[in-house]
């Protein structure tokens, strides 16, 4: 991925936990990591870019990135949505960041909370999904196009003429700016 982003496929692993309450899921460690290459080989193989790691149907991370959710919730309000750090999840910078810059926007509603697969394919149903995405150092944000869930694909919207949701390459944009110096920000000083 070029600049990050890009049409994701992934694949829910039914067989296969990345992280669970009192583990280490919250810490920087191999163990993190490590326990995820044979599963993401496995889907490689069957077409799928990433695994979107569930804990009893519950939304955690996708490949090694926080997860993101952009939809109109049950009461239909405009909202980003992550889970939240629940010992399962990777307090990670770019999720911070992302966080923290929408919340300074004051567009729409920003939650940390539980989601459930269930509850996206509801949404996805009811078309209350506007896109998701996964947040990481690396990659910054990386926009998913599909979900495979219970052996069925669910197409995840997002804008095909930029290869990302709207919000995600705003993010993306906004993020990188600040990193390059483009924008003055009390996150970036330059020097010199």
């Known amino acids: 991925l070029s600049r990050g982003l890009g049409d994701v496929y992934k694949r829910q692993d039914p067989t296969n ?21 044979v599963p993401q080989l496995e889907h490689a193989a ?8 569930l804990y009893q149907d519950y939304l955690t991370e996708v490949g090694t990135m926080n997860l993101f959710v952009f939809w109109k919730n049950e ?18 910078i770019t999720r911070k960041s992302i966080l923290e810059l929408t919340r ?8 940390e909370d539980s989601i459930t697969m269930s509850q996206v394919v509801k949404a996805l149903a009811e078309k209350r999904v506007y896109e998701i995405f996964g947040a990481g150092t690396a990659a910054i944000v990386s926009s998913v196009e599909c979900i495979n869930y219970k ?21 993306m944009k906004s993020i990188q700016d600040i990193q390059y110096g483009e924008v003055e920000h009390p996150w970036s000083v330059k020097i010199g």
């Open 17 to 37: 936990v990345r992280a669970w309450p009192g583990g280490t899921g919250n810490y920087k460690v191999g163990a993190n990591y490590a326990g995820g290459i």
């Open 46 to 53: 069957r077409g799928y870019h990433q695994i979107l790691w």
């Open 75 to 92: 009461k239909q309000e405009k909202e980003l949505l992550t889970p939240p750090l629940d010992g399962t999840i990777l307090p990670g």
């Open 104 to 111: 300074q926007w004051g567009e729409f509603k920003v939650s």
């Open 151 to 171: 052996g069925k694909d669910y197409e995840i919207p997002y804008n095909q003429s930029l290869g990302a949701g709207d919000l995600a390459n705003r993010l």
